[in-house]
C-alpha cells in the first residue's frame, strides 16, 4: 500500500479541496410552461428559445 514520505502541509490540503464545492443549476423562467427550466434544455411542454420543437 502507498505510504506519503512526507505529511501533507495544511496549505497543500486546502488548496486541493478548494475546487470541490457544489454548483447552482443554470435555471431560468419559462413563460410558455410557467415553471423553472435547465439552460439550453427543452422544457416539459416541449417548448426551446419561445418555440415549439417536440
Same mark, same amino acid.
Given at each position: 500500500?502507498? +505510504? *506519503? =514520505?512526507?505529511? &501533507?502541509? %495544511? &496549505?497543500? %490540503?486546502? /488548496?486541493?479541496? =478548494? !475546487? @470541490? %464545492?457544489? &454548483? &447552482? *443549476?443554470?435555471? #431560468?423562467?419559462?413563460?410558455?410552461? @410557467? =415553471?423553472?427550466?435547465?439552460? #439550453? #434544455? +427543452? /422544457?416539459? !411542454?416541449?417548448?426551446? !428559445?419561445?418555440? %415549439?420543437?417536440?
Amino acid at each position: 500500500m502507498a +505510504v *506519503p =514520505a512526507r505529511r &501533507t502541509s %495544511k &496549505t497543500k %490540503k486546502r /488548496s486541493r479541496r =478548494a !475546487n @470541490q %464545492k457544489l &454548483t &447552482t *443549476p443554470a435555471i #431560468h423562467w419559462d413563460e410558455k410552461a @410557467q =415553471a423553472y427550466t435547465l439552460s #439550453h #434544455h +427543452v /422544457s416539459e !411542454n416541449g417548448y426551446y !428559445n419561445g418555440r %415549439k420543437v417536440l
